[in-house]
Nanobody
């Protein structure tokens, strides 16, 4: 199983970016798809998650600005980021959680990360 993240780049404050996370297998297998980020000098934090059924959760800092989604037909998860601020700068990682009965024990797969830089 491989996850390929893309879509990062340099954007001015107030701008938008859409991150994509393509899975090598069926995205439907993943119980949850998530995006994490790690800013300069910060610990990695969970930004948003979407369940197989479409339930979404967000960290307070991005609510009303970011939207996570998953498109089963394309085996891809997305993170639409609007009204970006400099504090959103960091490496963004996608993660997919597999749980029983798909696997014997729950396991998280990680993408390679994509850099988002927001200039003021």
């Amino acid at each position: 199983v491989q996850l390929q993240a893309s879509g990062g780049g340099l954007v001015q404050a107030g701008g938008s970016l859409r991150l994509s996370c393509a899975t090598s297998g069926s995205i439907f297998l993943f119980t949850t798809m998530s995006w994490y980020r790690q800013g300069p000098g910060k610990q990695r934090e969970l930004v948003a998650s979407v369940s197989r059924g479409g339930t979404t959760t967000y960290v307070d800092a991005v609510k009303d600005r970011f939207t996570i989604s998953r498109e089963n037909a394309k085996n891809t998860a997305y993170l639409q980021m609007n009204n970006l601020i400099p504090d959103d700068t960091g490496v963004y990682y996608c993660a997919g959680l597999l749980t029983p009965p798909i696997v014997a024990n729950s396991v998280t797969y990680w993408g390679q990360g994509t850099l988002v830089t927001v200039s003021s």
